[in-house]
Each structure stands twice: as C-alpha cells, then as structure tokens.
C-alpha cells in the first residue's frame, strides 16, 4: 500500500482559503493519479477532485468548481488542493487517494482508490 500524508487542515472563517498537501511516502507520486476526497459527519465520503499521473487532466465536483484548485509538484513528491472562498458546507475530514484513474469525464468514487491517507480536517466556521 502506498504512503501518504495530509497536512495543511485547520479552522478558518467563511470565505476564506486554505491550501492542503499530500505528501507521498516511501514511492514517487509521478505515475499516479491523486485524488481528493471528503467526508462530513453522518454523510458518505466523497469525491472533490482528481489530477492525472501527467497533470493534464483535472476533475472537480460540482460543489467545488471555481474554487479549488487541485495541483501537483512530482519533483516534491506532493499534490495540493488550494481552498478559496470556503462555506461552512466544506467542513469535512479531507482525504487524499492514490492508485486510482483520474479523468475529465470520470466522476471518482472511493472504491476506484486503494490507498489512503489519514486524513485533515477542514472547519469553516465564524
């Protein structure tokens, strides 16, 4: 199973931002796809966005679509998602996922991913 690490969570207002990495651990990040995912409490995990071995595809949820930005550093090992303008209604535990397929048209699903981070948690509160 493949390592990775989530960092970057924490409290902020609404309509502010925050900027989430994942870190890979132990193996290279570059033949890929990341995914980002979700999950609130008593609601089912979900997809975010997604960014393909090569970076030329993205995928983005339509609750997050222009205001994150999911991109990847290969030769820092890491892949972020930038948060603008956050509502109360993304405070989640975030996730990153690896080893799964990334695509413009493919809408993500936990079960497409094998490996997994442990998570940060995101609140957006004033």
């Known amino acids: 199973q493949l390592q990775l690490v989530e960092s970057g969570g924490g409290l902020v207002q609404p309509g502010g931002s925050l900027r989430l990495s994942c870190a890979a651990s132990?193996?290279?990040?570059?033949?890929?796809?990341i995914a980002w995912f979700r999950q609130a409490p008593g609601k089912e995990r979900e997809g975010v966005s997604c960014i393909s071995s090569s970076g030329s595809s993205t995928n983005y949820a339509d609750s997050v679509k222009g205001r994150f930005t999911i991109s990847r550093d290969n030769a820092k090992n890491t892949v972020y998602l930038q948060m603008n303008s956050l509502k109360p209604e993304d405070t989640a535990v975030y996730y990153c996922?690896?080893?799964?397929?990334?695509?413009?048209?493919?809408?993500?699903?936990?079960?497409?991913?094998?490996?997994w981070g442990q998570g940060t948690q995101v609140t957006v509160s004033s």
């Open positions: 996922a690896a080893d799964g397929p990334c695509s413009d048209y493919y809408t993500i699903t936990p079960s497409d991913f094998g490996s």
């Open positions: 132990g193996f290279t990040l570059d033949y890929y796809a």
